[in-house]
């Protein structure tokens, strides 16, 4: 008897699991998604500004050559493609409600988190080259008249920038992203399994 009264005691000691206020998880969740919703807000508003300056350049002023035009083209679709793909994903963040259905819910930012990781990927570097290819024909002809020392300072700062943004930034936002995402889905299966 004493064995058992001990035993009941030792159980009685562990500690208990926290137990997750659906209000909080929602709150929390809610809160993560309109957060990343803002951001893919801005990036689609921002490339779209984006699109309108190069393609203003591409339209008022005057090239000489079709390889710049090839250039501005490349560039321009390339912008045009990205945002298409953040248009995708705004829509995808905002299709459910959390509080309607947990289970699709939960599927569609796993699905959004899946999409998200392949875009910053290889498909991001497939972006940073054309983007890479476009701005190279572009500045064949716009610094043609230039200094050699110009077109190399020119040439290496592009090439810098690009690859900062490949390596250091990418990495850094993916990182961020991908642990946002990850904390909501763990607080929702977590709020799932308690309920199960």
Excluded at 98 to 103: G, K
């Amino acid at each position: 008897m004493k064995d058992f009264d001990h035993l009941i005691s030792v159980w009685q000691g562990q500690p208990k699991q926290d137990q997750l206020s659906v209000d909080d998880v929602l709150k929390q969740v809610k809160k993560g998604m309109r957060s990343m919703s803002r951001k893919l807000l801005w990036g689609i508003v921002s490339m779209g500004i984006s699109l309108a300056v190069v393609l203003g350049v591409m339209l008022f002023f005057v090239f000489k050559s079709w390889v710049t035009y090839l250039g501005i083209i490349i560039v321009c679709i390339t912008i045009l493609l990205y945002i298409v793909m953040l248009i995708r994903d705004y829509k995808l963040i905002n299709s459910r409600d959390a509080t309607i259905n947990p289970n699709d819910y939960l599927q569609n930012l796993k699905e959004y988190q899946k999409h998200r990781a392949q875009i910053y990927g290889w498909i991001y570097y497939l972006y940073v080259f054309l983007l890479s290819i476009g701005l190279v024909l572009y500045f064949f002809e716009v610094l043609q008249s230039a200094t050699e020392a110009f077109k190399i300072v020119a040439y290496s700062l592009s090439g810098l920038w690009l690859l900062f943004c490949t390596t250091y930034l990418r990495k850094r936002f993916v990182r961020n992203e991908q642990e946002k995402l990850g904390l909501m889905i763990d607080r929702l299966i977590r709020l799932q399994n308690q309920f199960d």
